[in-house]
């Protein structure tokens, strides 16, 4: 897709104040450069674009944004934040914050955003909009673990609300009760924060990249996939295959654009699109999926406001559906600059 490019603008770009990345990426290895290269893809190619890109840095205090704020007089705020003061619902505060200043940002907006991160609440709404998604329970930190008995094994036990597969491995797929007790009290005590256990789906395992608002746009559906798991082991994202290369190439995994019949990509299409609305997404999104044995697909979660790094997966999908890596930061400002409150 080519668009003619927005006219430059003045933007804040906002991210976490560990993750303000340095003016050049000289001498540096891959590793170091890892943990920003979303604020450095990102920023850089804003500048290529003719952008004035200014930077904010925040961890715990507002003050930083508001000076930043009153200082760049910013057109838009492009948002990288997950967390606030090391609380990943917090994000969802900041875009308010955003909103009663009257500034438009890029990215998801406060309600999709607070759907999205709970994997409960937002598998709740979809059932209610008939969409599949695996069936589960909630567990709170303190109360003990009676599974309901609709809930048959074998069931996959995670974070309710924390990211990046923390507390998952392969024993996160349990098949007892006492597992089970055993995996919910491991998160509890690793979180904080309560566990969900839902159906494990055997299967594929899907991504879906969504850009827009009120009209989107889906890319190519990708798949993981792992060349040398061991025998019996399950196909799952475990916390050692996101933050281990070592381990990652040990599995051979791989994202790949995933091969699905028309009939089945027609359908992942349209389930994502009604999920990405019915959970007041904006912004842009990647929906993780499984497809069962059966052709099935159910939503695992959403992901409002994904890695944008250059190469990786979110990015690429949407490359390999013919939109570059300049066009699609534009589509984001567009659809942030679009954006109306909801009031
Ligand atoms: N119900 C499920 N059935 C099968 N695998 C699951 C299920 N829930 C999670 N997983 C596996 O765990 C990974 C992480 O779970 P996910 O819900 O995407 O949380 P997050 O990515 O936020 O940590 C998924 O990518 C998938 O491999
Ligand atoms: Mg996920």
């Known amino acids: 897709m080519s668009l003619r490019h927005l006219k430059p603008r003045r933007i804040l770009a906002l991210m976490h104040e560990a993750l303000v990345p340095p003016e050049s990426i000289e001498g540096l290895t891959d590793e170091q450069i890892h943990p920003w ?4 893809d990102v920023k850089t190619t804003l500048e290529q674009m003719g952008h ?7 961890y715990g205090d507002l003050d930083p944004l508001r000076q930043a704020i009153e200082r760049v007089e910013p057109d838009i705020v492009f948002n990288m934040l997950e967390e606030f003061d090391g609380q990943p619902l917090f994000d969802q505060h900041l875009v308010s914050y955003l909103e009663l200043l009257k500034i438009p940002y890029t990215g998801c907006n406060p309600r999709g955003l607070t759907l999205a991160h709970d994997k409960a609440l937002s598998k709740q709404i979809l059932a209610h909009h008939d969409i599949p998604v695996p069936e589960f329970a909630v567990f709170e930190v303190g ?15 995670k974070s309710l609300i924390d990211e990046g597969s923390v507390g998952i491995s ?36 899907l991504y879906m990249s969504i850009v827009g608002n009120d009209r989107v746009k889906t890319f190519t559906p990708w798949e993981m996939v792992m060349k040398n798991l061991p025998a019996g082991a399950p196909n799952i994202a475990t ?3 996101k ?18 019949t028309r009939t089945e990509a027609r359908r992942l299409d349209d389930l994502s699109k009604r999920i990405y609305h019915a959970l007041s997404l904006t912004g842009y999104a990647r929906l993780d999926f499984r497809m069962s044995e059966a052709g099935e697909f159910y939503l695992l979660e959403a992901n409002p406001n994904p890695c944008l790094a250059f190469g990786e997966d979110f990015a690429e999908a949407v490359e390999t559906a013919g939109t570059d890596y300049e066009t699609l930061l ?14």
Do not use: C
């Open 52 to 58: 004035e890109v200014h930077t904010v840095g925040l």
């Open 243 to 260: 933050w281990s290369y070592a381990h990652q190439e040990e599995v051979g995994l791989s994202t790949v654009p995933a091969k699905l």
């Open 143 to 157: 109360r003990k673990v009676r599974r309901p008995a609709r809930l048959a094994f074998p069931l996959l036990v």
């Open 170 to 205: 392969r024993a996160s797929v349990v098949k007892d009760d006492k597992s089970l007790a055993r995996r919910v009290e491991i998160l509890h005590r690793r979180t904080g924060r309560p566990a969900i256990a839902e159906q494990y789906i055997a299967g594929r395992e």
């Open 330 to 343: 534009d589509l984001i400002l567009r659809q942030g600059l679009a954006y109306k409150v909801a009031v």
């Open 37 to 40: 290269k979303m604020e450095y």
């Open 239 to 241: 916390s050692k295959l």
